[in-house]
């Protein structure tokens, strides 16, 4: 330090830094931290007794629905659930309306987000037959997250399912693509095993083939074009042992709905509501997704948070659409699994802060250490509490986990330096800026 106080410490809580906890404080100033050690000096001083003080949580999937779907969500709704549930920053998806696909529509997202976002942020661009040539100057955007292909449709009209569109998105770039991995093709041949009013049938329809399938066609493409990829939302054991034996190209991601519903409770109980894509699928695959998890296959966790209204959800099967929220809930649901000693603190922490930076490239974020930005997630281990749904801050007004009782409960979160939450209170102002990426400085 240069002798000027700092802006910011907060004291007395345990510092989770790169080489390990600290009982100390972190010190910030300029929304960038300064120095963890002892500083009795500051203009402000956050008192973290008894509390853990994680990198900032980053969710590298979210679906905030703006612009042309805002009934169901908003940058604004969807980024106050994100610090809401200990969130810094999120990187967004592309299936709006209409799509992100151009440089104009991602401009237009950045200036929709400035200041109405309480968290930082970067968006996706959505690959099509029509933009492949343009992706290599769309992704080196300021603000934006990379490309983001989907294989087989899901909520939107987003979509590259033939092998020749799918080489020539991969050619056309360099930063690594993320990936919707089920098969269109035999999705199509298998819609007749749809059930009426029976949501446990969309893993049928849905099943293990058309995730893997997708994923092998995926790999091989990655590897002619040479061309990094991060498959997101993986279902299946199959898939974690298949990219295992493929990590020079390919990343990959859980979430913790599918680490932590199973389809014999979820559809029973919630029906339509614990419909998503790929599917929540049998106990038997969630135990398989936490064994793969255990040899350190999957990367990041991130929540796929898609939300629809109680109306959309509560249409009967098929004619209900995909997707939950789940922004919010993600560091709740995986502190529990810490608590429940499924996972250890320092894994959660690499796959929500330090992974996302090392697969992405971002700059500044996923560790405290002194100058990378002051985001922190203020958590207390010991404490529990119960989701309900008027804690959510999410426009949809439903989460998949109400009542759950949760072991570790999210206290506060920092985004450089400002807490955008605190014990439940939201910030007066959105102060969320843009991520970047060393790939598009």
């Not at 298949?242 to 519903?261: F, G, Y």
């Not at 409960?409 to 807490?419: E, H, N, Y």
Request: proline fraction near 6%.
């Amino acid at each position: 330090m240069d002798g000027t106080s700092p802006e910011l410490v907060l004291t007395g809580g345990t510092v989770h830094t790169p080489s390990g906890p600290a009982q100390a404080d972190v010190a910030a100033r300029d929304g960038r931290i300064v120095g963890v050690g002892s500083y009795p000096d500051a203009v402000r001083r956050i008192d973290c007794t008894g509390l853990d003080i994680l990198p900032g949580v980053i969710d590298s999937q979210v679906h905030f629905r703006e612009p042309g779907l805002e009934h169901k969500e908003d940058l604004e709704t969807g980024s106050r659930a994100a610090v809401m549930g200990g969130v810094t920053a999120v990187f967004e998806m592309p299936n709006t309306n209409p799509n992100t696909d151009t440089a104009d529509r991602i401009a237009d997202k950045l200036k929709r987000a400035h200041h109405r976002m309480y968290c930082d942020h970067a968006f996706y661009v959505g690959a099509t037959a029509d933009n492949a040539e343009e992706l290599r100057e769309l992704e080196r955007i300021p603000g934006t997250a990379g490309v983001k292909i989907f294989m087989g449709a899901s909520t939107g009209s987003l979509l590259v399912a033939e092998d020749a569109e799918l080489a020539r998105v991969l050619a056309s770039g360099s930063r690594r693509v993320a990936i919707h991995a089920e098969d269109e093709f035999r999705m199509n041949e298998r819609k007749d095993l749809r059930v009426d009013d029976d949501p446990s049938s969309h893993p049928v329809w849905r099943d293990d083939e058309s995730a893997m399938l997708a994923t092998t066609r995926i790999l091989r493409l990655a590897r002619q074009a040479r061309r990094p990829i991060h498959i997101l939302h993986i279902t299946t054991p199959a898939e974690l042992e298949l990219i295992s034996r493929h990590r020079d190209i390919a990343s990959c991601e859980v979430t913790p709905q599918h680490l932590t519903l199973a389809a014999e409770e979820a559809y029973p109980r919630i029906g339509t509501y614990a419909q998503m894509n790929p599917p929540i699928r049998s106990a038997e695959h969630r135990e398989g997704l936490w064994h793969w998890l255990r040899q350190g296959v999957p990367d990041v966790i991130g929540s796929d948070h898609a939300p629809h209204t109680r109306e959309e959800k509560a249409r009967p099967y098929p004619q209900s659409p995909s997707g939950m929220p789940g922004v919010q809930t993600l560091l709740p649901l995986m502190l529990d699994h810490v608590a429940k000693g499924r996972m250890t603190l320092d894994r959660l922490i690499d796959m929500t802060s330090a992974g996302v930076q090392r697969i992405f490239g971002l700059v500044g974020k996923g560790r405290i250490a002194t100058g990378y930005d002051a985001d922190f997630t203020v958590v207390d281990r010991k404490g529990s509490f119960t989701v309900t749904e008027d804690w959510n801050e999410s426009r949809c007004g439903w989460t998949p986990f109400a009542g759950m009782e949760l072991e570790g409960r999210v206290v506060g979160t920092i985004v450089r330096g400002r807490s955008a939450m605190w014990e439940g209170q939201l910030a007066d102002a959105a102060n969320g800026e843009p991520l970047r990426f060393a790939a598009a400085l």
